[in-house]
Every structure is written in C-alpha cells, then in structure tokens.
C-alpha cells in the first residue's frame, strides 16, 4: 500500500508557494491594480534578490524595522516609486530586527537607511524618513549611473499592487494548476506551471510548484517505504537512489533526501553525476532557497561537485 499523503499537499505543501506570493506582494505599498516590483528579503536571499539582479537592472534596498517611528510612511513611498518607475529598479527590502549580524556587518549605522545595489556593489542613499519628493531624485540618480554603465535591463513583477485578488483569493495564474493538486492530476498541474514558466522563465513561485507537483507525479504510485528500503541494498543503482531521494522529500526526510544524493554525486562521474545533480536541484526547488536545509546541502553539493 502506498504511503502517499491523500492530501496532494502533503509533505510537499503548496501553500508555501501562495506565503512567498503574499510576502513580495503584501510590502507596503498604496493603491490597487498594476505590478508590483517589491520583494521582501534576508540574510540567506540578499546575495540572489539583490546583488546578481543588480548585473542586469538596478535594486533599491530599503533597511528598515517595525520599530522605528515613521518607518511605514518611507516603505509605502519607495513601494509607490518603484511601481511607477514600472521595473527601471526593483524595490529589496530587509528587516534588520531578523538579520542584526548581517546589519553590523555592512556597517548599517542607522534605520531606516536606504542604499543602491549596481553590479554587485552597494551605493549610499540616505537615511532616516525622508520625504516621498525627496527620495525621487535619488531613486533618479541610481537609474542614470546604471545606465550610464551600460546596465539597462528591467526588473520582472514580483506580483500586483494590494496582493491577493478577489477577496483574498489566491493568485489567479495559479488557478488551474492547484486544482489539478488538489484532484490529484499532477501530469496536468505540471503542465500548468509549465506554460506559465514559457510565459516567465524567472517565475519563482511557478518554478518551485512545477518541483513539488514534478515530485508528487513521481511518487504518487509508489509504496514510499519500500521505494527508500529499496535503495539501501549493494546492488540498488542510480534510479533506485534517485527514487529514495523522491520518497524521503515526500515524507518530510529532505536532509536525508540531499545527503544521499550529495553522497551519490561524490562517487559518480560523467552522465550519471549530471542526472542526479539536476534532480537534486529540482528537490531543492521543493523547499526553496531559503530553507535552510537547501542551503546546507548546496554548500554540500559545492564540496562535492569540486
């Protein structure tokens, strides 16, 4: 008998995909309608949220904290100019109470304070509440230097203005992929988020839930217990290790799941090595970036790999 969740959500839950849409839709910001170019981010997501966009496009990051008197008024005024300025930069911020190391070590001396990031590097801007006329021109200065170093992409939406829609629903793009979750009809949902990625190959939320219905397409039919049991004898190949993997992920065992194929990877070579890299990587899509558990096992990956 399979040990499949009856709930497609399961060890896997989408849910975690509509919280990421709600956190980079729900930053301050006024008004209803149009896109969104905001982004909530941390310690462990500044290096892909904010330096490696700042290559193509401009992103404005905004340290601030709850606590601080005032700091709403600044957030819902950089929230406004960054939906204007329709993606010339992307809105990054962070909420220093969370990362009081990370603040320390980029020698933040006071919040809320505003920076540019370009190519890599971050650039000072003011601090404290300044007024929303008074930020423009700043904002301004940062988009004339990238382009002046020949820096001219655009920010992607990271969503629209006033988050969810219809009441509080759910992003309707996601629609007809969770209801074919929810019936069990992962082919189907695998092929949503896959038109939904030609439409935006940097969808985050898209990619992350064509991992986890990839995952649960993959598993839905297998005696998870068994599939893991399976893998532990001397003759058990590459498939049966990958099958583990999936089974271990679906059952709420990733650690497990990332050691055993990091351990994999360490004694394959060639084609064998590459097939089980890339299903690692899609496993870590299931949890995401952030989760501290992907995080280690990329480090993992990374000493292994080299």
């Given at each position: 008998?399979?040990?499949?969740?009856?709930?497609p959500r399961g060890?896997v839950?989408?849910?975690?995909?509509?919280?990421?849409?709600?956190?980079?839709?729900g930053?301050?910001?006024?008004?209803?309608?149009g896109?969104?170019?905001?982004?909530?981010?941390t310690?462990?997501?500044f290096d892909?949220?904010v330096?490696?966009?700042?290559l193509?496009?401009?992103?404005i990051?905004?340290f601030y904290?709850?606590?601080?008197?005032?700091?709403?008024?600044?957030?819902t005024?950089?929230a406004e100019l960054?939906?204007?300025?329709?993606?010339k930069?992307?809105?990054?911020?962070?909420n220093?109470?969370?990362a009081?190391q990370?603040?320390?070590?980029i020698g933040?001396?006071a919040?809320?304070?505003?920076v540019g990031?370009?190519?890599?590097q971050?650039?000072p801007?003011?601090?404290g509440v300044?007024?929303?006329?008074?930020i423009r021109?700043?904002l301004?200065?940062v988009?004339?230097a990238?382009?002046?170093?020949?820096?001219?992409g655009?920010?992607e939406?990271?969503?629209?203005v006033?988050?969810?829609e219809d009441?509080?629903e759910?992003d309707?793009?996601f629609?007809?992929?969770y209801?074919?979750m929810e019936?069990?009809?992962?082919s189907?949902?695998?092929?949503?988020?896959?038109?939904?990625?030609?439409?935006?190959?940097k969808d985050?939320?898209?990619e992350?839930g064509?991992?986890?219905?990839s995952?649960?397409?993959?598993?839905a039919?297998?005696d998870?217990?068994a599939?893991?049991?399976?893998?532990?004898?001397?003759?058990?190949?590459?498939?049966?290790?990958?099958?583990?993997a999936?089974?271990e992920?679906?059952?709420?065992?990733?650690?497990?799941?990332?050691a055993?194929?990091?351990?994999?990877?360490?004694?394959?070579?060639?084609?064998?090595?590459?097939?089980?890299?890339i299903?690692l990587?899609?496993l870590f899509?299931?949890l995401?970036?952030?989760d501290p558990?992907v995080?280690?096992?990329?480090r993992d990956?990374?000493?292994?790999?080299?």
């Amino acid at each position: 008998m399979s040990s499949t969740p009856t709930n497609p959500r399961g060890a896997v839950d989408l849910s975690a995909i509509a919280e990421q849409a709600k956190k980079a839709q729900g930053s301050p910001g006024g008004g209803t309608g149009g896109a969104s170019y905001v982004v909530e981010v941390t310690e462990q997501t500044f290096d892909n949220d904010v330096l490696r966009p700042s290559l193509n496009h401009p992103v404005i990051v905004e340290f601030y904290s709850p606590r601080v008197q005032g700091a709403e008024q600044l957030s819902t005024a950089l929230a406004e100019l960054a939906t204007e300025a329709e993606g010339k930069f992307l809105l990054a911020r962070m909420n220093v109470d969370t990362a009081p190391q990370f603040a320390q070590s980029i020698g933040l001396q006071a919040v809320p304070t505003v920076v540019g990031a370009l190519q890599g590097q971050l650039i000072p801007l003011f601090q404290g509440v300044v007024d929303k006329e008074q930020i423009r021109p700043a904002l301004d200065q940062v988009v004339k230097a990238a382009v002046a170093n020949g820096i001219v992409g655009r920010a992607e939406p990271t969503g629209s203005v006033g988050g969810t829609e219809d009441g509080g629903e759910p992003d309707p793009r996601f629609a007809a992929a969770y209801e074919a979750m929810e019936t069990g009809d992962f082919s189907t949902a695998v092929e949503e988020f896959d038109r939904l990625l030609q439409a935006n190959p940097k969808d985050s939320e898209a990619e992350a839930g064509k991992a986890q219905a990839s995952l649960l397409l993959r598993t839905a039919d297998l005696d998870l217990d068994a599939v893991i049991a399976a893998a532990a004898g001397p003759e058990a190949g590459i498939d049966a290790q990958l099958a583990a993997a999936d089974a271990e992920v679906a059952t709420g065992r990733a650690e497990d799941a990332f050691a055993r194929l990091v351990g994999v990877i360490r004694r394959t070579a060639g084609d064998e090595r590459d097939k089980v890299r890339i299903r690692l990587l899609e496993l870590f899509g299931t949890l995401g970036n952030s989760d501290p558990k992907v995080q280690k096992a990329r480090r993992d990956l990374m000493t292994a790999l080299f």
